[in-house]
């Protein structure tokens, strides 16, 4: 079995300026492919929609999981890639489509991951992976 090194989000192409040229530092998601990440592993940018590809990379300082995303803002202020409006609007969007599992008769709501960032690069060229990138994500392993 090979070692865990990393992992990989498609994160679409109109995103991607807001970490090499905004300096956004933390990315977050709903919490898929996580319970491996550790710091000093890295975030391999795919990027999803058009030029497809990774296209950069950075070293997870730090790991953190919530229900609640909006809780990011408070611990992060603006190294959050995404918007709180944007935030807002994918959580109402995902309960509408009832992204909540009844367990026992109590509901418990997805969590949410965030990874803040450090020594993000982007690379010169775009690298086509040899497999495919859910979009839930991958680990990458050596």
Known sequence: MTE???VTFPIPKPYMARFFEDG???FIKPATVFKEL???????????H???????????????ITDDPLTFFETFG???FLTREEVKAYV?????????????????????IALELEKIRRYETVQKPKRFVPIGGKYLRE
Do not use: C
Request: glycine share 8%.
């Open 38 to 48: 550790k710091p000093g592993m890295r975030l391999v940018f795919y990027q999803s």
């Open 92 to 112: 109402q969007k995902q309960e509408r489509w009832k992204d909540v599992r009844v367990r026992k008769g109590e509901e418990k709501k997805k969590a949410w």
């Open 50 to 64: 058009e030029d497809t590809g990774y296209v950069g990379e950075a070293r997870i300082k730090r790991v953190i």
């Open 78 to 80: 603006d190294a959050v």
């Open 4 to 6: 865990i090194t990393g």
């Open 24 to 26: 956004k530092t933390v």
